[in-house]
T-cell receptor
């Protein structure tokens, strides 16, 4: 089955700096890669996703890049704010199916 | 549009008991997936239901079971609870079909087994 690895497990940045979280996957059939943000006491919230026919997608301060050849994808958050502090999860799945494989999460702390 | 709802939000049980958790998906969503989230293991897939049929299943023992009703609401049951079953149980719904399978999560049910 699919194996998703996520790094780093913890990340601290100063407010206004950028944060980058990286994930790798093993199954070349995976073609859908969402990112989730989980705040304390809440369920994961979808923040951005990318499909394998696209190399990059951006939504305001958040961007995701995908390298299909190397089987890795990354989340980029620019101009970080304290409210960006949360745990971020990457995931991989096949669009025609509905089984998601999650990374182990990155705890991001933005220091004011 | 209302989000995914899960009940109850918190549960305390003792070893050997059984528990039933409930999930109501977003209106129009026909797929419901269940995940177990623990600090050590992260998010682990339990199973997925679509149109009242279990379509995918993760690597969990048979003590974990589920079902889905005709209105897409889903329940998850854990029998003979063990201490290690203490976790946050998350439900996610998606519309399914075509090129859209974004999953939307509920707030979870925090299960504590004593």
């Amino acid at each position: 089955g699919e194996n998703v690895e996520q790094h780093p497990s913890t990340l601290s940045v100063q407010e206004g700096d950028s944060a980058v979280i990286k994930c790798t996957y093993s199954d070349s059939a995976s073609n859908y890669f969402p990112w989730y943000k989980q705040e304390l006491g809440k369920g994961p919230q979808l923040i951005i996703d990318i499909r394998s026919n696209v190399g990059e997608k951006k939504d305001q301060r958040i961007a995701v890049t995908l390298n299909k050849t190397a089987k890795h994808f990354s989340l980029h958050i620019t101009e970080t704010q304290p409210e960006d502090s949360a745990v971020y999860f990457c995931a991989a799945s096949i669009l025609s199916g509905n089984q998601f494989y999650f990374g182990t999460g990155t705890s991001l702390t933005v220091i004011p | 549009k209302a989000g995914v709802t899960q009940t109850p939000r918190y549960l305390i049980k003792t070893r050997g008991q059984q528990v039933t958790l409930s999930c109501s998906p977003i209106s129009g969503h026909r797929s419901v997936s269940w995940y177990q989230q623990t600090p050590g293991q992260g998010l682990q897939f339990l199973f997925e239901y679509f149109s009242e049929t279990q379509r995918n299943k993760g690597n969990f023992p048979g003590r974990f079971s589920g079902r889905q009703f005709s209105n897409s609401r889903s329940e998850m049951n854990v029998s003979t609870l063990e201490l290690g079953d203490s976790a946050l149980y998350l439900c996610a719904s998606s519309r399914q079909g075509g090129q859209s399978n974004e999953q939307f999560f509920g707030p979870g049910t925090r299960l504590t087994v004593l």
